[in-house]
């Protein structure tokens, strides 16, 4: 058997590793149109920011150990440049030569991956604008910020050109992960750093309150947010620095931009081939990774999936699901029944010493589609024992199914064990697992790791509560004129008061029930939501009707716009 594997990059290099360990004797090509196979392009804003320092760190393999370990013919700076399914060849260009081959093949593999988004707007093409999607990508940013733009001195004829002898300001455009990492590391280098994003807020798969959080953290850390403002062009000045203009009329000076817009499948080879190409403009795949052809595969970021959570068709440019993707598509060639279970989103981002992090459908695309069948809460746990030092607060937000409990997805923010217990979330999701089966979870226990209910834990049991009816849930966007009641204490009040609340702090409570209307439903605040849910059971057990306004002032805190 002879397989062909377009692209040499996470799911393309992933699934030439496995066939061979699964076939011996197959014949097995694999092309790279670039200069690199396997190299970690998620590790590219931090070669940037020179916290990897050295380039040869990102290869995660070789041309050279594909050769001489896995015995494949590894081409790079090798394109396929057109494809016939029906006969059953692809083109290859070698770049280095120009020569053009016909070669046939028994199987084909697409992972072309997605090009970073570079729309034709005035200037896009001038010296010091960067896209980041290779480590040649990376290398130019690098040099760019070591010589800043005294090269263009040659290049002009004006006698008023003074070349920047190194960026001091760089504009980065667009919000998402790559934008917000390379914002981190353009920082670190001392950059004053300036995000334009189009949308209303950062890290558009986060819910808005949840972005809120990661917004203010940018701030405090000295990274300018211009949100809800799109990109209109770029100028090049005098003195050879840029200036990045927006719709809304405003203007930021740049010695370096970086444009972190998103990225597009690549699906020009497929298209060109008659191959079937999903609405959201990825290849349409099977379960088995196999496209509208049978004999040619398609992984990675190129590829529609399905969502394992809602099974709409989506698009996931994550490194993980890639090299799954190449991992089955090589069983599947073999013979072996592998079978793709679908993406759910699972990331994290490391931003300033705290980590971001979520897993499978958000609360908008729930809303999007139409969904009522959900609930939400909002919980603040310590990362680990509150006795032992170092504990900090974990903003969680978990979403689940009103009718059955099931898990439908998670958000959390903090500066400590953010990523293992959205791990924890996603492995339940994918196993279809419920809030009460978090509630039940069993998982490591020293002070400073976590605690003996662990937030993983706390992720189930509020759920689990909030559905056995134990407590009855409300949201700060839906009081409706409800009766408000704050069992803070005081100094609390005196420093963050909600307007027209009545204060009878906790310890109080069942000694001034008397002060309660029985007519009325009466939401309950404090500063977690913790005493509240106390206060909900006390005023429940005393006829009372209550609830819990859930994540108390810091979900409030959340809502408020910066």
């Given at each position: 058997?002879?397989?062909?594997?377009?692209?040499?990059?996470?799911?393309?290099?992933?699934?030439?590793?496995?066939?061979?360990?699964?076939?011996?004797?197959?014949?097995?090509?694999?092309?790279?149109?670039?200069?690199?196979?396997?190299?970690?392009?998620?590790?590219?804003?931090?070669?940037?920011?020179?916290?990897?320092?050295?380039?040869?760190?990102?290869?995660?393999?070789?041309?050279?150990?594909?050769?001489?370990?896995?015995?494949?013919?590894?081409?790079?700076?090798?394109?396929?440049?057109?494809?016939?399914p029906k006969d059953k060849t692809v083109q290859l260009k070698n770049h280095a030569t120009g020569e053009v081959?016909?070669?046939?093949?028994?199987?084909?593999?697409?992972?072309?991956?997605?090009?970073?988004?570079?729309?034709?707007?005035?200037?896009?093409?001038?010296?010091?604008?960067?896209?980041?999607?290779?480590?040649?990508?990376?290398?130019?940013?690098?040099?760019?910020?070591?010589?800043?733009?005294?090269?263009?001195?040659?290049?002009?004829?004006?006698?008023?050109?003074?070349?920047?002898?190194?960026?001091?300001?760089?504009?980065?455009?667009?919000?998402?992960?790559?934008?917000?990492?390379?914002?981190?590391?353009?920082?670190?280098?001392?950059?004053e750093v300036t995000i334009v994003e189009m949308l209303d807020q950062v890290m558009a798969p986060l819910d808005?309150?949840?972005?809120?959080?990661?917004?203010?953290?940018?701030?405090?850390?000295?990274?300018?947010?211009?949100?809800?403002?799109?990109?209109?062009?770029?100028?090049?000045?005098?003195?050879?620095?840029?200036?990045?203009?927006?719709?809304?009329?405003?203007?930021?000076?740049?010695?370096?931009?970086?444009?972190?817009?998103?990225?597009?499948?690549?699906?020009?080879?497929?298209?060109?081939?008659?191959?079937?190409?999903?609405?959201?403009?990825?290849?349409?795949?099977?379960?088995?990774?196999?496209?509208?052809?049978?004999?040619?595969?398609?992984?990675?970021?190129?590829?529609?999936?399905?969502?394992?959570?809602?099974?709409?068709?989506?698009?996931?440019?994550?490194?993980?699901?890639?090299?799954?993707?190449?991992?089955?598509?090589?069983?599947?060639?073999?013979?072996?029944?592998?079978?793709?279970?679908?993406t759910q989103g699972t990331s994290v981002l490391g931003l300033f010493g705290a980590t971001v992090a979520m897993?499978?459908?958000?609360?908008?695309?729930?809303?999007?589609?139409?969904?009522?069948?959900?609930?939400?809460?909002?919980?603040?746990?310590?990362?680990?024992?509150?006795?032992?030092?170092?504990?900090?607060?974990?903003?969680?937000?978990?979403?689940?199914?009103?009718?059955?409990?099931?898990?439908?997805?998670?958000?959390?923010?903090?500066?400590?064990?953010?990523?293992?217990?959205?791990?924890?979330?996603?492995?339940?999701?994918?196993?279809?697992?419920?809030?009460?089966?978090?509630?039940?979870?069993?998982?490591?226990?020293?002070?400073?790791?976590?605690?003996?209910?662990?937030?993983?834990?706390?992720?189930?049991?509020?759920?689990?509560?909030?559905?056995?009816?134990?407590?009855?849930?409300?949201?700060?966007?839906?009081?409706?004129?409800?009766?408000?009641?704050?069992?803070?204490?005081?100094?609390?009040?005196?420093?963050?008061?909600?307007?027209?609340?009545?204060?009878?702090?906790?310890?109080?409570?069942?000694?001034?029930?008397?002060?309660?209307?029985?007519?009325?439903?009466?939401?309950?605040?404090?500063?977690?939501?913790?005493?509240?849910?106390?206060?909900?059971?006390?005023?429940?057990?005393?006829?009372?009707?209550?609830?819990?306004?859930?994540?108390?002032?810091?979900?409030?805190?959340?809502?408020?716009?910066?």
């Amino acid at each position: 058997m002879k397989v062909i594997i377009v692209g040499g990059v996470a799911g393309g290099a992933s699934c030439a590793a496995r066939l061979r360990r699964l076939d011996e004797k197959a014949e097995i090509v694999l092309v790279e149109r670039g200069p690199y196979v396997s190299y970690a392009n998620c590790g590219l804003p931090y070669h940037v920011g020179d916290v990897i320092e050295k380039e040869s760190s990102l290869l995660v393999a070789t041309e050279q150990m594909f050769r001489a370990i896995f015995a494949i013919d590894c081409r790079t700076r090798c394109e396929a440049v057109a494809l016939s399914p029906k006969d059953k060849t692809v083109q290859l260009k070698n770049h280095a030569t120009g020569e053009v081959m016909t070669e046939k093949y028994d199987k084909l593999v697409l992972s072309p991956g997605a090009a970073p988004i570079r729309p034709p707007l005035p200037g896009i093409d001038l010296p010091g604008i960067f896209t980041v999607r290779t480590v040649p990508d990376a290398k130019a940013i690098r040099e760019w910020l070591e010589r800043g733009s005294s090269d263009l001195a040659e290049e002009q004829d004006s006698a008023t050109f003074q070349p920047l002898v190194k960026a001091k300001r760089a504009v980065v455009v667009g919000g998402g992960y790559i934008g917000l990492e390379m914002a981190e590391n353009l920082a670190h280098r001392g950059l004053e750093v300036t995000i334009v994003e189009m949308l209303d807020q950062v890290m558009a798969p986060l819910d808005p309150e949840c972005a809120r959080l990661v917004e203010r953290h940018l701030e405090k850390h000295g990274i300018r947010l211009a949100l809800n403002d799109a990109v209109a062009g770029f100028k090049q000045t005098e003195t050879g620095s840029l200036e990045v203009f927006t719709k809304s009329g405003k203007v930021y000076p740049a010695d370096l931009v970086i444009l972190g817009i998103g990225v597009r499948p690549e699906t020009a080879l497929a298209k060109a081939a008659g191959l079937e190409i999903g609405q959201r403009g990825g290849i349409r795949v099977d379960e088995h990774m196999r496209t509208s052809d049978p004999n040619i595969f398609a992984v990675g970021d190129a590829v529609e999936v399905k969502d394992f959570v809602t099974g709409e068709w989506s698009l996931i440019p994550l490194a993980g699901p890639a090299n799954r993707q190449g991992r089955i598509a090589a069983d599947v060639i073999f013979g072996r029944d592998s079978k793709f279970r679908g993406t759910q989103g699972t990331s994290v981002l490391g931003l300033f010493g705290a980590t971001v992090a979520m897993t499978g459908a958000n609360e908008k695309l729930l809303k999007r589609l139409g969904q009522t069948d959900y609930e939400k809460v909002y919980i603040f746990p310590n990362s680990h024992a509150g006795y032992y030092p170092g504990a900090k607060t974990i903003a969680l937000k978990v979403i689940f199914r009103k009718s059955d409990g099931r898990l439908l997805g998670a958000q959390a923010l903090g500066q400590d064990g953010v990523d293992k217990r959205i791990d924890a979330i996603a492995m339940a999701i994918q196993m279809g697992g419920t809030v009460y089966d978090l509630e039940e979870a069993e998982l490591c226990y020293a002070p400073q790791f976590g605690s003996a209910k662990d937030p993983v834990n706390f992720a189930g049991m509020a759920p689990s509560d909030v559905l056995r009816g134990d407590m009855p849930l409300v949201h700060w966007d839906s009081l409706d004129g409800g009766f408000l009641l704050d069992v803070r204490n005081p100094p609390e009040i005196a420093a963050e008061a909600v307007p027209g609340a009545i204060n009878i702090p906790l310890p109080q409570l069942r000694a001034r029930l008397g002060e309660l209307p029985k007519d009325r439903e009466i939401f309950l605040i404090c500063r977690s939501a913790v005493r509240a849910y106390y206060a909900t059971r006390i005023l429940l057990g005393n006829g009372f009707k209550a609830r819990n306004i859930s994540g108390g002032m810091f979900s409030r805190s959340m809502l408020v716009a910066k």
